[in-house]
């Protein structure tokens, strides 16, 4: 395994539900050190208008702040 250069700065790259992860990690835990993140389609809200059935929406709030 490797270490990162500690004379460059770290980036953070996440895409789809890791965007969503990385997101509420980073909020969750500012004394993280990174100069900065690239999030690509996080899922942040369902839509308005859609009908979702009650398995999914059951397993949304569970795992759900």
Same mark, same amino acid.
């Given at each position: ?14 895409? !789809? ?7 509420? $990690?980073? %909020?969750?835990?500012?004394?993280? /050190?990174? !100069? ?7 899922? $942040?809200? %369902?839509?308005?208008?859609?009908? /979702? ?13």
């Amino acid at each position: 395994m490797t270490k990162a250069n500690s004379d460059l700065p770290l980036f953070m790259y996440a895409h !789809s539900m890791g965007a969503l992860v990385t997101i509420k $990690l980073l %909020l969750d835990r500012p004394e993280i /050190n990174i !100069s900065g993140c690239v999030i690509t389609s996080p899922l $942040l809200s %369902l839509p308005k208008n859609q009908r /979702n059935n009650k398995a999914k929406m059951f397993i949304v709030k569970l795992i759900g702040d």
